[in-house]
Structure formats: structure tokens, C-alpha cells
């Protein structure tokens, strides 16, 4: 990288780049936060910044990294902000920064494996050999996609399904890609040094700054470091999900379609029927054997029933073991089929192993429903291994709109090398916003309660003339509300079941007479700016479930410090990704509703209500009619 010229401060740069961006204004709040994450790179102390919507901080993040000279990866927790770092921040940043100041940035996206196509799998099953055993039966849609994958194969540069004009099946798909736990590695691959997933690993190699995903970053971090680069600074943005992340990513899971998976790998390669079926009749089995444990925690040492399926599987496994090391050939397909099936059954064999024993520190339940249960082997403390293979070797910045107060304590990072801000929003919030606590209410846990708010629900929808976001904390809780309401307003009310979410979204946005009805999945990743909404009701404070297995464990662990250190933190930080749907821009006008009186009423109300922007309160439901009137009319 060229270095900046002298008198091309941080200021300069930052406020050079972000000035010929559409609609360029100063940004207080990014300015602050890019001299905060400049300072953490040079004092090598960690950074948690809330930025609320507007701020900007991708870029507050970008140009310091990028000006110190550090090698950086970018952690997403969303493909939406890869795909926005990808093709529009990045090559915004590397064009300003290179006509303007003559600095040059390298910059890379690095995918897990199974995200680009697999040279050799394509061969297999494009070109089979006499060799070769025959493949599992395959549809003749499918085998029209792989003609059109291989045509393809021959113009990509990257080999990234992304890159795709049309989306193939699933099934086509992993016929032609492998996942990490099947991949031998180029090395023992006759394409190897053709390979998409390792050329992706070398444009990484050479970049300066590398976007990833946290279930990326957590395998890393699983492995030790033997998967990305070497770095001087991580970035974790949309940062409140990451311990969820990290505790999926380095726990164990084992669910019936990974053996599944893997009697389909082994059929590929081994012509007795016998054995694979027996791999195939695990998924089953582990089914029959989770399903009576699913959404609860289980003991230490495991029931009976599930230690049972392990041990079964584990000597399946090793039998299957036996079986693929027996087999001989010199066709180098046949050799690559068998690699692949003893790396698949090698890592699946660890983490029976892992299953099996009792680990200090972990907590197993059964989540997923009845008819597709997994079973998973969580850390209680994530703390400790983030501390260990991050906190401790570079410098990390953690950022999101919206920061759980105890993030920092919960993922580990030292307390005497932290700071924690807040560089607020450029949004006028106490102008052009109002929160409304539904005080009169009855107590969410009374009978009264739902009937009350479909009658407060309906009254708001029609003094903002639709233009309404309704979010709830449970699908009975929408869909009673939705049939309710819709008896008592003209409006259109559309529901998370009615389309996929990016029709749903469409489909709300081009009316502003429509409302939509939602559930927790829709709390955040919505953006709809303008007047089509206006409104943003929440039906109750989202505390996350009491019978949660793993936060459960986790509050076991904490005792009486657990409501605090888990409970609050996670309602508030989801009260605020839903409230920040509202304002989306600087013209952005409306209403946040929550109708649970708790938020007005409850000894912990500050904590909460601290973690929302800094809306005008009312408890009377008549200022807020007259403000919707006024802004939608």
C-alpha cells in the first residue's frame, strides 16, 4: 500500500471519501468512531462501539484500518452486509482512496468451502469413468443444471455460486460443491491448484482487508487459525449476535442428515450396500432417539437412550472406517471419492468422540423440532476461547447499531483492555419520533391482554392509515392479532406466512395503505424508509424463553446475576433492533408502540428504555394519533 501524504490526516481522508458520496452531510458520530478505532490500532486496546442507523460505520471502520496499515478482517453476521461490503463499500473505498490520495487497497471475499463449485466433484459426475461406481440416481432437471454448471465452470473466474444469474437446486448444487468436513485439501487433489475455494484462500492471502462471515470466523477460531490469514485487526460488525455465533459455530452438533450426507459420500465409492445403509439407518435412529428430548437440556452423563445412539453410531462408523481404508484403485477419481469419505467420517467420528465424553464447561440439548432435532454440545462460556485464539493475538473491534450492555463481560474481552462507546445517530430522533407505552394495558401474562391490544392495534393502524409494522413474539400471538385487526380496519394485512421475506417486504413497501404482521425474525434486516412506514408496533418486552436449554445453563451458571447479565441485555438490544426499523433516513417520521406496561412499570423500565433511541414518551394514546395524523397526511 502506498502510504498517505502528510498532510492527509484521518479527518481528510475519511471526510474526502464520505463527501462525494449522494447526499453527503457531516456525520459527527463517524468521525468520532473512525478516531476511536484509529486510536485502538495504535494503543492495541479492544473497541465495542454502538452506531446507531445512519452513522455510517462501515466506512468509520474501513478508512482507519485501511490508513494503518494493518492487515484486517471484517466479520458479518449477514450475507446482506457481505454482499454490501462486496459490491458497493469496498470498491467504492479502493476507487476514492486511489484517485484521491494514491493508496492502493487490496481487498478479498473469502466463503466457506461448499460456496464454490468443486472442480473435481463436477468432473465426477459430468465425466464418470467405467472405474467408477454408479452414482446415486439423479433426475434429469438435475443433470440439465450440471450441463449448465459446467458451461459456467469454463467462464467464472471465481466460482462462486453468488455470482449466478439463476439458482440451482440444492440437490444439483452439493453435487457439484464439498463442505469442510469433505474436503481433503488441494494438496491431495488431482485439480487442487485449479481449485476455486483455494484460489479464493489465496486472493485472501494477499489482501489487505477480508470480508467474512462469523460462522467463518468460528470455524477459525475452532481450528486454531488454520483457515484465514493472519491479522492484525478483526472487525466483528452487527457484533450482537456473536456469541450465538460462536457457540453454534464451536460447539458440536450431530443431526440426522449428516449421516445422511455421509451414507451418500460412502455410496460413492463403496459397491456393498450393506454397510452404508447401516450409516443411512443412523439418521433414523437419531431421530427416533431426539425427538422425545427436543427444545430441553439434557443431564450430565446423557440419557441413556442417546448414549446408547452414539456408541451404535460410533461403531458403525468404525466399521465403516475399516471398510473405506481397504479399498484399492489407481483412478484418481475413485481415490478422491474415498479421501473425501474417510475426511467426512474421520470428523464425524471427533465429534461422536466429543458427544460421548463428558465435557467440562458445555451444556447438550436437543433443539430443533420433534421431526428434525439436533443435537448440539454448546460452551456455556464462550468467553474463554475467544479470549484465547482473538482477545489475545490482535486487535478487535466490535460494532452494531445496537450493542447488549453486557456484551464485552459475556465474549470474554479483558476488562482492562476495552473501551466501550456510544457514538449515537445523525437522526433527529426527539423531533421526528415518538415512543408510546401502552400503560393502561393489562399485564402481558393476564387473558385480557391480547383483546386489549388487538383494540389499541387497531386504533393506531388507523390513525396512520396503514403504513404499520406489527411485531410479535410468538406465531399464535401474529396470527390471532392478524384475523382480529382485520375485522376491524379497512387495511390490507399481510403476515410473515403469506410470502418469502423479500416479497413480503416488496409487497409492503409499494402500498403504504398495507400492513404487515410479523414475528422475531423479522425484528431486524427490515428497511423501509419513507413514509410507508410509520409505525412500528411491539406486542411485548422480547424476553428471550425461560426454558431456553442453553441460556438456562447459562443462567444456572450465574445465579442471581443471570436476569441481569442475560435477560435484560437480550430484550433490550431486540426492543431496539425492532424500534429501529422506524427511522431509516433523516426525513424518516413515526411511531414506536410497545404495548406491554412493563416498559413503564417495571423496576428494570430504565434499562431497557436507556437502550432505545432517544425517542420523545407519552402514555397517552391520543398525542400519538395526532402525531400520525400529522405526519401521514
Given amino acids: ?34 478516531r476511536r478505532i484509529d486510536a485502538a490500532i495504535s494503543s492495541g486496546r479492544h473497541l465495542v462501539v454502538q452506531a446507531g442507523t445512519g452513522t455510517g460505520k462501515t466506512l468509520a471502520y474501513l478508512v482507519p484500518a485501511v490508513l494503518g496499515d494493518v492487515r484486517t478482517i471484517v466479520v458479518t453476521a449477514t450475507k446482506a452486509l457481505q454482499d454490501q461490503l462486496a459490491t458497493k463499500d469496498l470498491p467504492f473505498l479502493a476507487e476514492r482512496l486511489s484517485t484521491e490520495h494514491d493508496v492502493h487497497l487490496s481487498w478479498s471475499i473469502l466463503k466457506g468451502r461448499s460456496n464454490y463449485l468443486c472442480l473435481q466433484r463436477l468432473h465426477e459426475v459430468s465425466e464418470p469413468t467405467e472405474d467408477q461406481l454408479e452414482l446415486e440416481p439423479m433426475a434429469a432437471t438435475t443433470k440439465v443444471e450440471i450441463t449448465r454448471l459446467k ?29 469442510s468436513d469433505e474436503c481433503p485439501g488441494a494438496d491431495r487433489c488431482p485439480i487442487g491448484s485449479a481449485c476455486f475455494a483455494e484460489q479464493a484462500r489465496r486472493r485472501a492471502q494477499a489482501s489487505e482487508v477480508i470480508v ?17 490469514p493472519d491479522h492484525d485487526l478483526v472487525v466483528f460488525d452487527e457484533a450482537h449476535v456473536l456469541e450465538d455465533i460462536m457457540s453454534d459455530t464451536v460447539g458440536v452438533e450431530i443431526t440426522p442428515g449428516r449421516f445422511t450426507a455421509l451414507s451418500i459420500t460412502a455410496r460413492r465409492i463403496i459397491a456393498d450396500d450393506a ?4 450409516v443411512a439407518d443412523l439418521a433414523d435412529s437419531t431421530r427416533e432417539a431426539l425427538a422425545p428430548h427436543a427444545g430441553k437440556r439434557l443431564p450430565t452423563p446423557l440419557p441413556d437412550d442417546i448414549v446408547e445412539l452414539l456408541s451404535d453410531a460410533r461403531t458403525t462408523l468404525g466399521r465403516l472406517s475399516e471398510l473405506l481404508a481397504a479399498i484399492e484403485s489407481t483412478n484418481d477419481d475413485v481415490k478422491q471419492r474415498k479421501l473425501r469419505a474417510q475426511t467426512m467420517n474421520g470428523r464425524m467420528i471427533e465429534q461422536l468422540e466429543f458427544a460421548r465424553s463428558s465435557q467440562e464447561g458445555t451444556v447438550a440439548f436437543v433443539s430443533g423440532r420433534p421431526d428434525s432435532p439436533r443435537l448440539e454440545i454448546a460452551p456455556l462460556d464462550i468467553g474463554p476461547t475467544l479470549a484465547e485464539h482473538v482477545w489475545s493475538k490482535r486487535t478487535a473491534v466490535l460494532t452494531s447499531a445496537t450493542i447488549p450492555s453486557s456484551l464485552a ?5 479483558p476488562a482492562d483492555g476495552v473501551d466501550v462507546i456510544d457514538v449515537g445517530s445523525p437522526f433527529d430522533y426527539a423531533t421526528n419520533s415518538m415512543l408510546y407505552c401502552a400503560l393502561h394495558l393489562p399485564d402481558p401474562r393476564a387473558e385480557a391482554f391480547r383483546p386489549a391490544v388487538h383494540q389499541e392495534l387497531a386504533a393506531l393502524i388507523t390513525a396512520a392509515g396503514g403504513r404499520t409494522l406489527a411485531l410479535f413474539t410468538s406465531w399464535a400471538a401474529m396470527d390471532e392479532a392478524a384475523a382480529t385487526v382485520a375485522e376491524l380496519v379497512p387495511n390490507r394485512i399481510l403476515t410473515q406466512r403469506d410470502l418469502p421475506k423479500t416479497a413480503l417486504v416488496e409487497a409492503f413497501a409499494d402500498d403504504e395503505s398495507t400492513c404487515l404482521f410479523a414475528t422475531a425474525g423479522l425484528f431486524q434486516g427490515i428497511d423501509v424508509p419513507g413514509r410507508t412506514l410509520s409505525l412500528v408496533v411491539i406486542d411485548r418486552i422480547p424476553f428471550p424463553r425461560p426454558d ?5 445453563a447459562r443462567r444456572d451458571l450465574l445465579g442471581r446475576e443471570a436476569f441481569g447479565q442475560i435477560d435484560i441485555p437480550r430484550a433490550s438490544m431486540m426492543l431496539a433492533q425492532a424500534a429501529g426499523r422506524l427511522i431509516r433516513s433523516s426525513t424518516d417520521r413515526g411511531v414506536v408502540a410497545v404495548m406491554d406496561p412493563r416498559l413503564g412499570k417495571a423496576n428494570y423500565r430504565w434499562d431497557i428504555v436507556g437502550a432505545l433511541p432517544p425517542m420523545r414518551r407519552t402514555r397517552h394514546r391520543s398525542e400519538v394519533e395526532d402525531f400520525l395524523r400529522l405526519i401521514t397526511s
Fill in 548 to 552: 431456553d436449554p442453553l441460556l438456562s
Fill in 409 to 413: 463481560t459475556r465474549v470474554g474481552l
Fill in 1 to 34: 500500500m502506498t502510504e498517505t501524504g502528510p498532510t492527509d490526516t484521518l479527518t481528510d481522508v475519511l471526510a474526502g471519501v464520505t463527501g462525494s458520496l449522494p447526499g453527503a452531510e457531516d456525520r459527527p458520530g463517524q468521525q468520532e468512531m473512525a
Fill in 275 to 278: 454397510p452404508v445403509r447401516a
Fill in 151 to 179: 458451461e459456467w465452470s469454463g467462464r467464472t473466474v471465481t466460482g462462486d455460486q453468488a455470482e449466478l444469474d439463476w439458482t440451482p437446486t440444492p440437490v444439483a448444487w452439493r453435487s457439484v460443491s464439498v463442505g
Fill in 212 to 228: 467474512v462471515n462469523t460462522h467463518l470466523y468460528g470455524l477459525d477460531v475452532a481450528s486454531g487459525g488454520a483457515i484465514l
